[in-house]
């Protein structure tokens, strides 16, 4: 079975430093790996995915990721965080052998502060 | 374009009542899947559609919930017997059948009393 660990309840981190919010993951074979963002009364909203090829991905909003299959992690990263970022993220995995369920994590909240 | 929808946004209901939940997928998307989220979890898988068939309905907790997409395009979660466990925010989502990432709605925020 698939599962997805998100360490951290919250995060806290000032506006223009870096940001990491962590994830590891469980799956049999290569995973397909997701992180999304949920802001407050709204549906989740896609950040980025890693499928194969490069471990670095980047996405919307200038968030990235690095896969790094012997640790068996995916972390979301942003070089210069802003309070606009305040949200719940969401990491989330799925097995490409089926076509169908996405297995999340608890959600990390962060928190820009100025 | 406009995204996936979901109504009603808020569903209240007593214990023991019939609620159905509608979903509208993005035109063209021929995936939908249904996941509930308690408070303080993520999604948790519920339901899959490809087309018209339930390819993979393993995540429906037990035979009070049912869910329909009779045309391909919109589906109804149906739950029967309301218990105050159900109250949760269900979320739909739709993909294109090659793609990996699921587009999300809104929600629908459900409260049995």
């Known amino acids: 079975a698939q599962s997805v660990a998100q360490p951290e309840d919250q995060v806290n981190v000032a506006e223009g430093n870096p940001l990491t919010v962590k994830c590891t993951y469980s799956v049999s074979g290569n995973p397909y790996l997701f992180w999304y963002v949920q802001y407050p009364n709204r549906g989740l909203q896609f950040l980025l995915k890693?499928?194969?090829?490069?471990?670095l991905v980047k996405g919307s909003y200038g968030f990235e990721a690095e896969f790094n299959k012997s640790q068996t992690s995916f972390h979301l990263k942003k070089p210069s965080a802003l309070v606009s970022d305040s949200a719940l993220y969401f990491c989330?995995?799925?097995?490409?052998?089926?076509?169908?369920?996405?297995?999340f994590g608890t959600g990390t909240r962060l928190q820009v502060t100025l | 374009g406009a995204g996936v929808s979901q109504t009603p946004s808020n569903k209240v209901t007593e214990k023991g009542k019939y609620v159905e939940l509608r979903c509208d997928p993005i035109?063209?998307?021929?995936?939908l899947y249904w996941y509930r989220q308690s408070l303080g979890q993520g999604p948790e898988f519920l339901i899959y559609?490809?087309?018209?068939?339930?390819?993979?309905d393993s995540g429906l907790p037990n035979d009070r919930f049912f869910a329909v997409r009779p045309e391909g395009s919109v589906s109804t979660l149906k739950i029967q017997r309301t218990e105050r466990g159900d109250s949760a925010v269900y979320l739909c989502?739709?993909?294109?059948?090659?793609?990996?990432?699921?587009?999300f709605g809104p929600g629908t925020r459900l409260t049995v009393t």
């Open positions: 035109s063209g998307h021929t995936a």
């Open positions: 989330a995995v799925r097995d490409p052998g089926t076509a169908s369920k996405l297995t």
């Open positions: 890693y499928i194969t090829g490069d471990n």
């Open positions: 559609f490809q087309g018209t068939g339930a390819a993979d």
């Open positions: 989502a739709s993909s294109t059948r090659d793609s990996r990432e699921q587009y």
